[in-house]
């Protein structure tokens, strides 16, 4: 199995040769659905070099970079990471809505910034180092 | 350390979000969460991941965010100021005039909150608030992913693996002190505020550590 680290999630699954996998576990991963015209969300496709689909199965690391977001793997190439899109990250920031979020407290109870619509926040961060 | 400031405007529809940049987890936060003794939100992110949603590059650093959800304020430096670099290290300690500085920064800052929770001020419009965000390039990007790998990879005893997916993150995004002095914790706690953290601060130069909030 191998292990991919997505900005929110963690996933194992049947990879092969880097990210090769079924368009399942693509679909699962990145959320981006494998069609005749290219990986699909919603309305919006990102068409793939034919060197990026086989029989029943997609490479999920050539079609992140041509999304234009990072896919790192760990030396035995058996853990990966895709990052979020620098674009992806800029858009979304200049829209000006708030990313949501979900993050434990102390106690392990998940909380999300959406909870708190209708109230002004003050979002700092701290660290003990 | 906004337990006051909450305290005091926690009736008008306010919340505080304090979130810990700390990979070492819960359990290492705890007591510094116990003894702040605070009731707004307390959480942990063990794996930066507010820090990439929201493109941060230091601890502290504050976001506002209104009624409707909107970012009012980009990240800012929540306070903090450099008079810490003008410190005797032998002693580890401030003279008095930069002591009051300081804290005179940080209660202006928190009055700013204040002001901004009670009358709106500080609020910026939207084309100002989007002219103050900080750009997140394709390094940025990269860098981000290697340290969510790093931090995998050191919490599952792959440690040397971890630490040199780390130092690249760093190189790739020099700005970012959160990572460097992640990192440095990860390996030994204390070693943030170690000799190779005032070589980094001391290579800043003229350029601030905590660049102040544009008030």
Same mark, same amino acid.
């Given at each position: 199995?191998? !292990? ?8 194992? @699954? ?5 990210? *090769? ?13 494998? %069609?005749? /015209?290219?990986?699909?969300?919603? /309305?919006?496709? @990102?068409?793939?070099?034919? =060197? ?5 199965? @997609? ?5 992140? !970079? !041509? ?6 793997? =760990? ?21 000006? /809505? ?13 909380? =999300? ?5 209708? %109230? %002004?926040?003050?979002?700092?961060? *701290?660290?003990? *180092? | ?23 070492? +987890? ?6 510094? $969460? ?9 959480? $942990? ?19 506002? $965010?209104?009624?409707?959800?909107? $970012? ?13 670099? &003008?410190?005797?290290?032998?002693? &580890?300690?401030?003279?008095?005039e930069d002591q009051a500085e300081r804290l005179a920064a940080r209660q202006a800052y928190l009055d700013a909150v204040r002001a901004w929770v009670i009358t709106g001020k500080h609020a910026l419009p939207a084309d100002a608030a989007r002219l103050n965000l900080p750009k997140v390039t394709p390094q940025i990007a990269e860098? #981000? ?11 599952? +005893? ?12 760093? &190189? ?17 706690? +204390? ?8 070589? #980094?601060?001391?290579?800043? +130069? ?10």
């Open positions: 199995m191998t !292990k991919i680290l997505t900005p929110t999630a963690e996933h194992d @699954v049947a990879a092969h040769d880097g990210l *090769w996998m079924s368009p399942a576990d693509a679909a699962t991963v990145t959320g981006w659905t494998l %069609k005749p /015209e290219g990986m699909c969300r919603a /309305e919006l496709c @990102v068409p793939l070099p034919a =060197s990026a689909v086989g029989t029943n199965e @997609v490479d999920v690391a050539a079609f992140w !970079k !041509k999304l234009g977001g990072p896919a790192i793997a =760990s030396d035995q190439r058996d853990v990966w990471a895709l990052g979020a899109p620098a674009d992806e990250r800029n858009a979304a920031l200049e829209g000006l /809505e708030a990313p949501d979020f979900t993050l434990p407290d102390v106690n392990g109870v998940a909380r =999300s910034l959406s909870q708190l619509r209708g %109230k %002004k926040v003050f979002l700092a961060t *701290w660290a003990s *180092w | 350390m906004w337990q006051q400031l909450y305290s005091e405007l926690k009736d008008k529809n306010f919340m505080v979000v304090a979130v810990a940049e700390e990979s070492r +987890g819960t359990d290492h936060a705890r007591p510094w $969460i116990e003894q702040a003794k605070s009731d707004y939100w307390q959480l $942990i992110d063990a794996e930066h991941r507010l820090e990439d949603l929201y493109n941060l590059v230091n601890v502290p650093q504050a976001v506002w $965010i209104d009624e409707a959800g909107r $970012i009012v304020r980009p990240p800012e430096t929540a306070g903090s100021t450099d008079h810490f670099r &003008r410190m005797d290290l032998k002693t &580890r300690t401030m003279s008095p860098s #981000r992913a290697r340290f969510r790998l790093g931090v995998w990879l050191r919490a599952h +005893g792959r440690a040397a693996e971890g630490d040199k997916q780390m130092a690249e993150a760093s &190189r790739l995004h020099p700005d970012a002190w959160s990572l460097w002095r992640q990192a440095a914790d990860l390996d030994e706690v +204390g070693k943030a505020s170690g000799p190779d953290f005032w070589k #980094r601060v001391q290579a800043l +130069g003229d350029k601030p550590y905590y660049p102040p909030a544009k008030l």
